[in-house]
């Protein structure tokens, strides 16, 4: 598509709308976590103790990740309200639409990405 066209208001209104349904999604689910750690249920067996508490452990890490999407989610509608959305913020190139479908957060291009993981991988940063 020409560079003027991308990310034009027809495609804002679109990723706008799957952030914020993404950020509702979010915010349920940690409702949700919270009712299910407040139902607390006495098991006298130590097994079934230690199996409860392993998956509040799991949903909890589970929690944590979707914790700091929330907050990429959130930077990422900040991004379309300041009119920043869809560009590298490493080369102010077009992260492509492609992309941004297949991850709505991501504020690198695919090459910025690849280098910035390949200079990880090099100096363990």
């Known amino acids: 598509m020409p560079e003027k066209d ?3 208001e027809r495609q804002l209104e679109f990723f706008r709308n799957r952030l914020t349904e ?11 976590t919270t009712e299910n ?3 607390s249920t006495v098991v006298p067996d130590p097994a079934d103790r230690a199996t409860i508490e392993e998956e509040h452990a799991l949903e909890l890490r589970t929690r944590d990740r979707e914790r700091k999407l929330l907050k990429k989610v959130q930077a990422a509608i900040k991004r379309i309200d300041d009119g920043e959305y869809g560009w590298c913020e490493e080369t102010g190139e077009p992260i492509g639409v492609a992309r941004l479908l297949a991850r709505p957060t991501a504020t690198l291009s ?10 990880q991988k090099m100096f363990g940063d």
């Open 37 to 39: 750690l407040r139902e």
């Open 22 to 32: 993404m950020e509702a999604q979010l915010r349920h689910n940690a409702g949700q």
């Open 110 to 119: 695919l090459e910025a990405q690849e280098r910035r993981e390949i200079k």
């Open 6 to 8: 991308y990310m034009n």
